[in-house]
């Protein structure tokens, strides 16, 4: 059975500074898609980034960008220029490419941002 | 930008009542999922649906659980008779397709007491 482990419990970064959130998974598939969702006090759920495992190059979206390593099964998550909002529970997750479409998460992140 | 509704915001119920929650996916998506997240813990699926039907459940959503699509565009999850364990986070989702970004709604806070 596939698997999401986030080793950080918390992490905390200066306001305008990089911080890199680490993810690793466990499975035995060659296709599948990788996510970070985002979860601020509001609660919602909000898509952060998405990541196709058959593609090499690395995700970005504006100030988040990931650094993905297939042979490792490491999906990191890095946010540059960090802001005040980006203060939030981050939460890495997988699917299978193989007939289903059932996201697995990890136990997450709280990311603390200090001005 | 199109969004996923959730109603309502937070239900309050009685051990053994059954409970309904609802939700508005996307309106050109074609697949609906159902999730939830206990205080405190990581999020869990409970069921994926599409095409009128079930495709997958987790071994949460046994036979208490139910969805349905009433109409062209709501989705709901029916808790025939509710239990302490399941107070929880609900979250809706939809996506566009298989592998695509399931987008989800601002979740249903269910207490029961």
């Known amino acids: 059975a596939q698997t999401v482990t986030q080793s950080q419990p918390e992490m905390s970064v200066q306001e305008a500074e990089t911080v890199t959130l680490s993810c690793t998974y466990d499975?035995?598939?060659?296709?599948?898609?990788l996510f970070w969702y985002k979860q601020p006090p509001s609660r919602q759920m909000i898509l952060v980034i998405r990541?196709?495992?058959?593609?090499?190059q690395n995700a970005t979206e504006n100030r988040f960008s990931v650094n993905f390593q297939k042979a490792a099964k490491s999906f990191s998550l890095k946010i540059s220029d960090s802001q005040l909002g980006d203060a939030a529970m981050y939460f890495c997750?997988?699917?299978?490419?193989?007939?289903?479409?059932?996201?697995?998460f990890g136990t997450g992140t709280r990311l603390q941002v200090f001005p | 930008e199109p969004e996923v509704t959730q109603t309502p915001s937070h239900q309050v119920t009685q051990m053994g009542q059954e409970v309904i929650l609802r939700c508005v996916p996307i309106?050109?998506?074609?697949?609906f999922y159902w999730y939830r997240q206990i205080l405190g813990q990581k999020v869990e699926f409970l069921v994926s649906?599409?095409?009128?039907?079930?495709?997958?459940k987790s071994e949460i959503f046994d036979d208490q659980f139910s969805v349905e699509r009433p109409d062209g565009s709501n989705f709901t999850l029916k808790i025939r008779s509710t239990k302490l364990e399941d107070s929880a986070m609900y979250f809706c989702?939809?996506?566009?397709?298989?592998?695509?970004?399931?987008?989800f709604g601002d979740g249903t806070r269910l207490s029961i007491l």
């Open positions: 989702a939809s996506s566009a397709g298989e592998g695509q970004p399931q987008h």
């Open positions: 499975t035995s598939e060659s296709d599948y898609y």
């Open positions: 990541q196709e495992a058959y593609k090499q």
């Open positions: 997750a997988y699917i299978s490419g193989r007939n289903t479409d059932k996201l697995i």
């Open positions: 309106s050109n998506h074609l697949y």
């Open positions: 649906f599409y095409n009128n039907e079930i495709s997958e």
